[in-house]
């Protein structure tokens, strides 16, 4: 392989690399659902506490460490709905990237 051949594939390895770590950062920081005036990171941990907790009234932890008291069921609709449309984003980004690093 040639030198400059081989500078193109590490350059565009390393392109993918860095633009797919600012996406999942950005990803993470879009996962951020407010409700019951607070925000709360929705994570699958959460969904399935939220899903798995008998209780329709409930404190949660938010984004910031407090307990917070929410409906179960509305806040588990909301992350679920939430949680979903980003990562169906977040694949569609991610695979807008892998094509052009083929490119």
């Not at 040639?2 to 879009?30: F, G």
């Not at 659902?33 to 329709?56: K, V």
Request: charged share 25%; hydrophobic share 35%.
């Amino acid at each position: 392989m040639e030198l400059k051949t081989l500078a193109r594939v590490v350059r565009q390895n390393t392109d993918y690399q860095n633009n797919r770590q600012k996406l999942q950062e950005q990803i993470k920081t879009d996962l951020v659902l407010a409700h019951a005036d607070s925000l709360f990171q929705i994570t699958p941990e959460l969904i399935a506490f939220l899903h798995a907790w008998d209780q329709d009234q409930i404190y949660v932890e938010d984004q910031f460490g407090n307990p917070i008291l929410c409906n179960r069921t509305e806040l588990l609709h909301e992350a679920k709905q939430h949680y979903h449309r980003t990562l169906n984003r977040w694949h569609a980004l991610h695979e807008e990237l892998k094509h052009a690093r083929k490119i």
